[in-house]
Antibody, heavy 126, light 108 residues
Framework: QEQLVESGGGVVQPGGSLRLSCAAS????????MFWVRQAPGKGLEWTAV????????YYADSVKGRVTIFRDNAKNTLYLHMNRLTTEDTAVYFC???????????????????WGQGSLVAVSS | EIVLTQSPATLSLSPGERATLSCRAS??????LAWYQQKPGQAPRLLIY???IRATGIPARFSGSGSGTDFTLTISSLEPEDSAIYYC??????????FGGGTKVEIK
């Protein structure tokens, strides 16, 4: 069964740091570009970051650029998101998501999300 | 950045009725549009990609159409379980990937 399971969320003070993890199982993790998508409470979806199947290419939303790093460990089938200098605007449920197609559609994937984790809540509050 | 505008914000219909959801892009995205369904407390689910291709396991009552800047998701005959928020998303010009603001479908 294909699955993504996030962990690492919690309450953090403004200016703090946090690392989210996303453990993949049931599919060949190393063949897919992976994404983080976030959703502030009661709001819509916001694409946050993408990493290519091999980790060589990464892009970020302007809202997090310079404060966030996406990386992956294909040997451990795990995706990560390291967040620094957090603000209240970063409060959200963070979803990891898999690209619809594998690396043959391009190193950054096709750009749609067909498998999602359950989400991990990050609450930035003093 | 391509902005997607969804309308209406809320749609309230009875079971068996037809639902028509709109998504308009700020510039042409060819046929690179997807639709997702999200129920409360759940992750989104991919329904349709590349305007009209149903994802695996999606019932035939969901269909998509459009091209360029104007797109439609149609639910031909609403079921109670279709109560959810529906988001469109574009990959026509990325990064960034962008989503619409969502349409809430309520079943009377």
């Amino acid at each position: 069964q294909e699955q993504l399971v996030e962990s690492g969320g919690g309450v953090v003070q403004p200016g703090g740091s946090l690392r989210l993890s996303c453990a993949a199982s049931g599919f060949t993790f190393s063949s897919y570009a992976m994404f983080w998508v976030r959703q502030a409470p009661g709001k819509g979806l916001e694409w946050t970051a993408v990493i290519s199947y091999d980790g060589s290419n990464k892009y970020y939303a302007d809202s997090v650029k310079g404060r966030v790093t996406i990386f992956r460990d294909n040997a451990k089938n795990t995706l990560y998101l390291h967040m620094n200098r957090l603000t209240t605007e970063d409060t959200a449920v963070y979803f990891c998501a898999r690209d619809l197609f594998d690396f043959r559609s391009g190193s950054l994937g096709y750009g749609y999300f067909d498998l999602w984790g359950q989400g991990s809540l990050v609450a930035v509050s003093s | 950045e391509i902005v997607l505008t969804q309308s209406p914000a809320t749609l309230s219909l009875s079971p068996g009725e037809r639902a028509t959801l709109s998504c308009r892009a700020s510039q042409s995205i060819a046929s690179y549009l997807a639709w997702y369904q999200q129920k409360p407390g759940q992750a989104p689910r991919l329904l349709i990609y590349d305007v009209s291709i149903r994802a695996t396991g999606i019932p035939a009552r969901f269909s998509g159409s459009g091209s360029g800047t104007d797109f439609t998701l149609t639910i031909s005959s609403l079921e109670p379980e279709d109560s959810a928020i529906y988001y469109c998303q574009q990959r026509g010009s990325w990064p960034p990937l962008t989503f619409g603001g969502g349409t809430k479908v309520e079943i009377k």
